[in-house]
Each structure stands twice: as C-alpha cells, then as structure tokens.
C-alpha cells in the first residue's frame, strides 16, 4: 500500500471511529489517537521525508487537509454529544414535585416517661423540690421507719424483692421519706417519683415494676385542709378542670389519719361505667397526715410541727386519661398501640 493510500485508509477509519463515539469522553479518545501529538494522522505527517521529492507537497497538502476535516467532524460530533448529555443529566436529576413525600418515622418519649414529667412540671409549680432516691433500699427506710408493724404481711419475703436480711428493691417511694428528714429541718416540701418493686403476677392491673410517686410537707401549722388542696389542685391540673377528689378514711402505718383518694371516673364523668365498675370514682392515691411516731423518729417534735404525705401510682394515670384497662400495654413496646397515645 503506497502512503497516499495508507492516508486515505486512515481517514476512513478514523471518520467511522467519530461516529460510533457514544459519549464525549470517547470522542477525547478518538482525537487524541488520530489528531493528537503523537497521533496517527500526525505520525504519518512525520513520513513525508521518505517519499520521492515530487510527491511530498501533494502528501503533505492532503494531510493537512484530512486534519482539518476531522478536527471539523469531531467538532459536530462534539456539538451533537453535548445536547445530547445534558439532555440526558437533566432527565436524570429531574424532580417531580408532585410526588407524595417520603414518611419518617420520628420516635418520641414512652407515655410513661411523659406521665412522670408532667406530675413532676405539676409539683414543681406547686413549689415542691424534686429529689432523687435510691431503687435499692435498706429496710429500716422502707419499713422500720415507716412504722410498719413487725408483723405487717408487706414484710413478708414473699411479698418484696429481698437482697440481703436488711437491703431490697424498695416496694414504695416512700422510703425516700426518712432520708430527707434525717438530713433537713422542716419546712421541708419534697418530691420524689421512680420505679418500685413487688413480687406480683402480672395481670392487668399488677406488675412487679411499676412507677410511684411520693411527696410529703412538713412545717408549721399543716392540716388535712393542705392535703386536701394540695391533691385537688394536682387533679385539675392532670386531669382537667372539671374532675372532683374524694377522700374517704384509710389504714397506712406511717399517717394519722389516713385517707384512699379517689378522683372522678373520667370515662364517664361520674355517672358510672366498666372502668370505675359502676362507682363513678377512680382510686389515685394513698394520703394522710404524717404519724406523730414517725416525726419523733428524726427528731422532729410533732408537738411543733406537722406535715402530710400521699404517694401515688403513676401506671395508673395514663390509664385513667386514656381509659385502658390493662397495665401490661404499656410494657409490652407494641408501637401500634404506643403510637396512639
Ligand atoms: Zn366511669
């Protein structure tokens, strides 16, 4: 094959070559094999020197003139490709806008973990401090000091989580009562609330973990009449304006007197159905005015001071406001039901 014929051969293929270029990154490679450096249009530029003097000129005229033209192919092919990408990069990124957006899930706190923040927010503008207090408890502060009598079945082993002869997982959070007092001087107006334990089957209405909470006031001057306030203005406030407080007299070691408190069935507003079994009313809390026995044992003469607690389930609550009738619901982490709340 002569040169001149060689040339021709490669400017067919190199024409078919920047057709079948799919992509502007094929087409860089395409120009660099024939129109670059050290490209093949270009090598053949290098051969002139060993043609026959007479045939140089036209050889070189005629590469030149290849060059060019595939230098002005490429161009177009250039052109077409780039419409043709953007068009493509467009379709690809392409929002529609008149799609449903996409749901996420967002998690939120447990109705538990709500309930106890909103009696805790209640008590803190009724003015009481709120305090911590240990799940494991000496005895003399869950019982003794209590005033529990020796042979009150609540000391019962069967009854409480024992850990050693004097340490259990406190069955009340009013354990926490003899700790502050040994400590602080009336007045004193505290608050506490956490888990409690008891061995209890769990049914619908009892578990072994359930949450209390406990406050109690001691100072000057205290009667029934502040007790009675006190768990009122905390009824309104969680469960509506509307709601009226019972007290009817009660037996709990640690207060003289002592009183079951019962707010109205809020399912029924009092008339009567299957939650309040007929009654109208829903057992909230155990309150009293605190013993004479128990203050003497701090050192607190009952002769100046006087104070009241009560302590509550808190389990309770979010049952009452929502009307279910079993405690094991919120434990279970059924989401379809925990969504609803
Ligand atoms: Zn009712």
Sequence with gaps: MTQQENLECLRKQALEDIGRAESLAE??????????????????????GSL?????RSFGQRVNQIKEELAAVIQN?????????????LQKEALDVTLPGRFFQVGRP????????????????????????????????????LNYPEEHPALDEQMSFYITDDCLLRTQTTAFQHRVMEKRKPP??????????????????????????????????????????????????????????????????????????????????????????????LELAGAGMIHPRVLE???IDPEEYTGFAFGF??????????????????????LRFLRQL
């Excluded at 860089?28 to 090598?43: A, H, N």
């Excluded at 026959?52 to 140089?56: A, G, L, N």
């Design 52 to 56: 026959p003097p007479e045939e140089r």
């Design 188 to 281: 004193i107006r505290v608050c506490t609330m956490g888990k409690c334990y008891r061995v209890d089957a769990v049914d619908a209405t009892h578990s072994h973990t359930f949450h209390q909470v406990d406050c109690f006031t001691v100072d000057h001057g205290i009667t029934m009449a502040d007790l009675k306030g006190t768990l009122h203005q905390f009824a309104v406030e969680m469960f509506g304006r509307d709601v009226q407080v019972r007290f009817r007299p009660d037996f709990f070691p640690f207060v003289e007197p002592g009183a079951e408190v019962a707010v109205t069935c809020t399912i029924c507003d009092g008339k009567g159905c299957g939650v309040c079994k007929g009654t109208g009313w």
């Design 110 to 145: 447990h109705v538990l973990v709500e309930t106890l923040k909103r009696i805790k927010d209640i008590f803190i503008g009724l003015g009481y401090e709120i305090v911590e207090s240990p799940e494991i408890e000496l005895y003399k502060y869950n019982f003794a000091a």
């Design 27 to 48: 087409l860089d490679v395409v120009e660099t094999r024939y129109l670059g450096r050290k490209g093949e249009v270009t090598q053949l530029l290098r051969t002139i």
């Design 77 to 89: 092919r250039r052109n077409e490709l780039s419409v043709v990408e953007i068009s493509t990069k």
């Design 297 to 299: 044992t701090v050192g």
């Design 313 to 334: 389930g808190v389990d309770r609550i979010p049952m009452i406001k929502y009307s279910i009738d079993d405690l094991r619901l919120f434990l279970e982490n059924d």
